[in-house]
Protein backbone atom coordinates (compact mmCIF):
# COMPACT_ATOMS: atom_id res chain seq x y z
CA UNK A 1 0.00 0.00 0.00
CA UNK A 2 1.15 3.69 -0.82
CA UNK A 3 0.17 6.31 0.97
CA UNK A 4 -0.92 9.88 -0.52
CA UNK A 5 -1.49 12.95 0.83
CA UNK A 6 -4.85 14.15 -0.41
CA UNK A 7 -3.03 17.49 -1.51
CA UNK A 8 -0.87 15.34 -4.03
CA UNK A 9 -4.03 13.32 -5.42
CA UNK A 10 -6.09 16.04 -5.75
CA UNK A 11 -10.29 16.43 -5.80
CA UNK A 12 -10.98 14.00 -9.03
CA UNK A 13 -10.56 10.71 -7.54
CA UNK A 14 -13.27 11.37 -5.18
CA UNK A 15 -15.73 11.43 -7.87
CA UNK A 16 -14.09 8.77 -9.45
CA UNK A 17 -14.36 6.37 -6.50
CA UNK A 18 -17.61 7.75 -5.73
CA UNK A 19 -18.59 7.06 -9.54
CA UNK A 20 -17.57 3.37 -8.59
CA UNK A 21 -19.13 3.23 -5.83
CA UNK A 22 -22.94 4.28 -6.85
CA UNK A 23 -22.73 1.86 -10.03
CA UNK A 24 -24.85 -0.49 -8.99
CA UNK A 25 -27.07 1.74 -6.52
CA UNK A 26 -27.57 4.80 -9.17
CA UNK A 27 -28.89 4.21 -12.60
CA UNK A 28 -26.06 4.66 -15.44
CA UNK A 29 -28.30 7.62 -16.93
CA UNK A 30 -28.03 9.53 -13.70
CA UNK A 31 -24.90 8.51 -12.93
CA UNK A 32 -22.94 9.80 -15.79
CA UNK A 33 -24.58 13.34 -15.77
CA UNK A 34 -24.05 13.79 -11.90
CA UNK A 35 -19.98 12.59 -12.87
CA UNK A 36 -19.64 14.84 -15.84
CA UNK A 37 -21.36 18.14 -14.84
CA UNK A 38 -20.18 17.79 -11.84
CA UNK A 39 -16.10 17.62 -12.41
CA UNK A 40 -16.96 20.40 -15.12
CA UNK A 41 -18.36 22.69 -12.97
CA UNK A 42 -15.97 22.33 -9.98
CA UNK A 43 -13.24 22.51 -12.45
CA UNK A 44 -14.39 25.94 -12.80
CA UNK A 45 -16.03 26.87 -9.52
CA UNK A 46 -12.88 25.43 -6.96
CA UNK A 47 -10.86 28.46 -8.46
CA UNK A 48 -12.85 30.80 -8.46
CA UNK A 49 -13.91 30.16 -4.40
CA UNK A 50 -10.34 29.84 -3.60
CA UNK A 51 -9.11 33.08 -5.12
CA UNK A 52 -12.30 35.19 -5.17
CA UNK A 53 -13.82 34.34 -1.94
CA UNK A 54 -13.46 34.06 2.08
CA UNK A 55 -14.64 31.41 3.48
CA UNK A 56 -16.11 31.52 7.33
CA UNK A 57 -13.96 28.50 8.09
CA UNK A 58 -11.29 27.48 6.08
CA UNK A 59 -11.81 24.20 4.16
CA UNK A 60 -9.88 21.96 1.69
CA UNK A 61 -11.34 20.77 -1.86
CA UNK A 62 -11.63 17.47 -0.98
CA UNK A 63 -14.45 17.65 1.34
CA UNK A 64 -16.18 20.59 -0.62
CA UNK A 65 -16.65 17.69 -3.63
CA UNK A 66 -17.06 14.89 -1.07
CA UNK A 67 -19.98 17.43 1.00
CA UNK A 68 -21.46 17.74 -2.84
CA UNK A 69 -21.65 14.32 -3.89
CA UNK A 70 -23.20 13.39 -0.11
CA UNK A 71 -25.64 15.72 -0.70
CA UNK A 72 -26.57 14.46 -4.69
CA UNK A 73 -26.88 11.09 -3.26
CA UNK A 74 -29.08 11.75 -0.57
CA UNK A 75 -31.42 13.31 -2.85
CA UNK A 76 -31.19 10.34 -4.96
CA UNK A 77 -31.96 7.67 -2.77
CA UNK A 78 -34.35 4.15 -3.85
CA UNK A 79 -37.90 6.09 -3.25
CA UNK A 80 -36.60 9.22 -5.64
CA UNK A 81 -34.82 6.66 -7.71
CA UNK A 82 -38.00 4.76 -8.58
CA UNK A 83 -40.08 7.86 -8.84
CA UNK A 84 -37.85 9.05 -11.89
CA UNK A 85 -37.94 6.11 -13.51
CA UNK A 86 -41.63 5.71 -13.01
CA UNK A 87 -43.38 9.15 -13.03
CA UNK A 88 -40.99 12.07 -14.02
CA UNK A 89 -41.41 12.93 -17.58
CA UNK A 90 -37.98 15.27 -17.73
CA UNK A 91 -35.85 12.98 -15.23
CA UNK A 92 -32.48 14.20 -16.16
CA UNK A 93 -33.97 18.14 -15.61
CA UNK A 94 -34.82 16.78 -12.46
CA UNK A 95 -31.23 15.32 -11.71
CA UNK A 96 -29.69 18.94 -12.85
CA UNK A 97 -31.49 20.51 -10.44
CA UNK A 98 -30.60 17.93 -7.45
CA UNK A 99 -26.88 18.57 -8.68
CA UNK A 100 -27.17 22.89 -8.91
CA UNK A 101 -28.40 22.76 -5.17
CA UNK A 102 -25.87 20.48 -3.92
CA UNK A 103 -23.37 22.54 -5.38
CA UNK A 104 -24.89 25.76 -3.95
CA UNK A 105 -24.97 24.41 -0.61
CA UNK A 106 -21.41 22.60 -0.83
CA UNK A 107 -19.61 25.06 -2.17
CA UNK A 108 -21.42 28.60 -0.85
CA UNK A 109 -22.71 27.70 2.35
CA UNK A 110 -19.23 28.05 4.05
CA UNK A 111 -18.52 31.42 2.25
CA UNK A 112 -18.64 34.74 4.61
CA UNK A 113 -21.32 37.33 3.69
CA UNK A 114 -18.83 39.65 1.86
CA UNK A 115 -18.24 36.69 -0.56
CA UNK A 116 -21.73 35.27 -1.20
CA UNK A 117 -22.42 38.26 -3.87
CA UNK A 118 -19.73 37.08 -5.89
CA UNK A 119 -20.53 33.38 -5.66
CA UNK A 120 -24.35 33.85 -7.24
CA UNK A 121 -23.27 35.74 -9.51
Not at 6 to 17: A, D
Not at 24 to 38: N, S
Not at 73 to 78: D, E, S
Amino acid sequence: MVYLEPVHLGWKPIIKSWHEHNLEEIPAQFLDIIVKHVEEIFEKILPFVREQCKEIIESVNVNLVQSCLNMIQAFLNPDTLDKLKRNAVYPEKLVMTYIVFSLIWSLGANLHDTSRKKFSD
